[in-house]
């Protein structure tokens, strides 16, 4: 054994020994052999015993025979408080009983009287060399508990940490008769994979680092739990609420808080967050369900655009599981043939012709009837199917277009809205290029109407994207105009042919100022940059009128004919004149 180091090895002794004299010679001795130990005595059992309470010893030096309590007795106490105590007992060679009775009760050591010193020393350097092995095994038992339950790069519990304490919270929440109410707050940061993604993971884990630094200094009561979920997910745990008030102002708190950048080096970085919320015991029971609602809640708050939060309420659930359920159905719909296209002319009511069909997407679910797109696309785009979908529309819309001209039909283009996930795919140009070639259809029959939304994206992809489809000859509309963000500025540099007016200006146009102001000034403005423009939405003949004598002839709406399906059209395409201009009246309603 090495006596030099486990000398060294500092720890608590406790010598109890009613013989004064003894115990100060060796009081004497253990001070010089072991320097380094903390060293309490005591003169009987009973103090002995309350020493080792209050002090913990680690280890315990004692005598047998004493007043008041005998060692025996001290023995049999402590190892009642710690079996493991470290006890090496002095004692005369005739007190063979004492010793046997001790020995049964699980001491470590005996060291007859007269004390022969190197024995004494040896039992106790075995003794540290276990204490010293203890806390050595302790300190590996507490690194092994930090990786299991704390999250390395931010040092916030995990979620497996905190899974145990919402536990422990909600049992003790549970013991109030639900008089106090506990809040999971449910968090990730917006646009963290670009950051990841754009200025490197190095960036990304140091922002995550001040993200929860940030997260603990709003959540500054003791009880409450600031956790790493994974990723650039967090949960916050706060116990013990009066409302569920207490846990929308810290949710508030932690949105103001992200309005300042974080900095780290060399980079000062905006993100946001969207917070949804769950309350005990009215959104869950148990920590799953709080944490699942939680993060329901944070969805909801998600689509209503950045920092924001949600209440987590039950309504979420049937909205969840029908969203679920459409996803996917949604994802058969196309091989089911389940989509059907409707046609909307367009018409000029000066010449009375039409000048262009709408196609307008149904989907005839098998249980739900027939579904206007905005109960399905939104979804599509989301997951994506949109890309595969919008191919369906393009082919089935010229397919149908060649069919209708090869019934020798007066040839109308056809209008086919693409969404802006759509616009986005790269190889939307080859796609539409693929379809006209395959269905034989002349691009200058073809309409594509996009939304506002595709100049936020990047200003040259689209540039080239619309060059490349109007080179071919097709026609390019921005659909729902007046609603988006464009600027004139954009208008300028797109080769667009066509601005369609939303239908909301076209609603109360002739009621609304404000709406009559706004489609004087895009059609003025359309005319000034020599752009077709077409009003939509146009219900009643007073709109007709308004529109006819702002010098905008091209319209589109109930007013002219509802979307219909394709059988239906043919009857309007027969007739040269559509629309009569002197009787005012659409030919056909
Ligand atoms: P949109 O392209 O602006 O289409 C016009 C919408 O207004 C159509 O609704 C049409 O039925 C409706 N509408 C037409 N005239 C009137 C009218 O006089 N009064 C009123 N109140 N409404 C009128 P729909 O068919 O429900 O389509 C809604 C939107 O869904 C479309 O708006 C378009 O953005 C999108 N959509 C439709 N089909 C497709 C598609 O194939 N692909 C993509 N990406 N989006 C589509
Ligand atoms: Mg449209
Ligand atoms: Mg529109």
Redesign the pocket.
């Known amino acids: 054994m090495d006596t030099t180091n486990d000398n060294k090895i500092a720890g608590t002794l406790l010598y109890v020994e009613d013989d004064l004299d003894i115990q100060k010679l060796v009081i004497h001795m253990l001070a010089k052999k072991f320097p380094q130990l903390t060293l309490l005595h005591a003169e009987n059992g009973k103090k002995g015993l309350e020493l080792f309470s209050t002090k913990l010893p680690d280890i315990i030096v004692t005598d047998i025979r004493m007043p008041i309590m005998d060692g025996i007795q001290m023995i049999k106490e402590i190892k009642a408080l710690d079996n493991d105590a470290r006890i090496i007992v002095l004692t005369a060679a005739s007190d063979t009983d004492f010793i046997l009775d001790a020995v049964d009760l699980g001491i470590n050591h005996y060291v007859l009287k007269p004390i022969k010193i190197e024995k004494f020393v040896a039992a106790i350097e075995q003794c540290l060399e276990s204490v010293n092995m203890e806390r050595r095994l302790r300190k590996q038992n507490e690194e092994i508990r930090l990786m299991a339950y704390y999250d390395t790069l931010t040092g916030l519990p995990n979620r497996q940490l905190f899974n145990e304490l919402i536990h422990m919270a909600l049992a003790q929440a549970q013991r109030h008769n639900h008089n106090r109410l506990l809040a999971v707050l449910f968090l990730d940061l917006d646009r963290f994979k670009v950051v990841n993604d754009t200025l490197g993971h190095s960036v990304g884990d140091k922002l995550l680092q001040a993200v929860a630094q940030r997260l603990k200094q709003c959540c500054q009561r003791d009880r409450d739990t600031v956790a790493r979920r994974g990723g650039d997910e967090f949960i916050i745990l706060l116990p013990e609420l009066d409302s569920t008030q207490e846990a929308v102002k810290v949710a508030i708190k932690i949105i103001d808080a992200f309005a300042e950048p974080f900095i780290i080096p060399d980079h000062e970085l905006f993100i946001g967050t969207c917070i949804g919320i769950s309350i005990f015991p009215d959104d869950g029971t148990d920590g799953e369900t709080l944490v699942k609602n939680a993060d329901m809640a944070m969805y909801r708050a998600k689509e209503g655009g950045r920092g924001r939060y949600h209440l987590y309420n039950q309504t979420m659930d049937a909205h969840a599981s029908q969203r679920l359920t459409m996803e996917n159905s949604l994802r058969w719909a196309l091989q089911k043939g389940e989509f059907i296209l409707n046609y909307?002319p367009e018409v000029n009511i000066e010449s009375g012709k039409i000048i262009s069909i709408?196609?307008?997407?149904r989907w005839q679910h098998p249980s739900l009837g027939v579904l206007?797109?905005?109960q399905f696309?939104p979804l599509a785009e989301e997951n994506g199917l949109?890309i595969q979908l919008?191919e369906w529309?393009l082919h089935a819309a010229c397919t149908q277009n060649k069919a209708w001209q090869n019934a020798g039909f007066p040839h109308v283009r056809i209008a086919?809205?693409?969404?802006p996930r759509?616009f986005q795919s790269h190889k939307l140009s080859d796609i539409i290029e693929n379809i006209l070639a395959e269905t034989e259809l002349d691009p200058c029959w073809l309409e594509l109407?996009l939304t506002e939304s595709v100049m936020l994206q990047d200003m040259d992809t689209t540039i080239r994207t619309l060059r490349r489809l109007s080179d071919l000859g097709i026609h390019i509309s921005i659909?729902?105009f007046g609603t988006g963000y464009s600027s004139l500025n954009y208008i300028k540099k797109l080769p667009i042919n066509t601005l369609k007016i939303d239908?909301s200006f076209v609603s109360d146009l002739t009621v609304n100022s404000d709406d009559a102001a706004i489609a004087t000034a895009v059609i003025n403005m359309a005319k000034s940059l020599r752009l077709n423009v077409i009003a939509?939405?146009?219900?009643v003949v007073e709109q007709v009128k308004f529109l006819s004598s702002l010098n905008c002839q091209d319209m589109?709406?109930?007013?002219f004919s509802k979307?219909l399906p394709a059988i239906e059209l043919p009857q309007f395409l027969r007739k040269p004149h559509w629309y009569n201009k002197h009787s005012k009246s659409a030919v056909i309603h």
């Open positions: 909307q709408e196609a307008l997407l206007p797109p905005k696309i949109i919008g529309v086919v809205n693409i969404s759509q109407e659909d729902d239908q939509e939405g146009v219900e589109q709406g109930f007013y979307p």
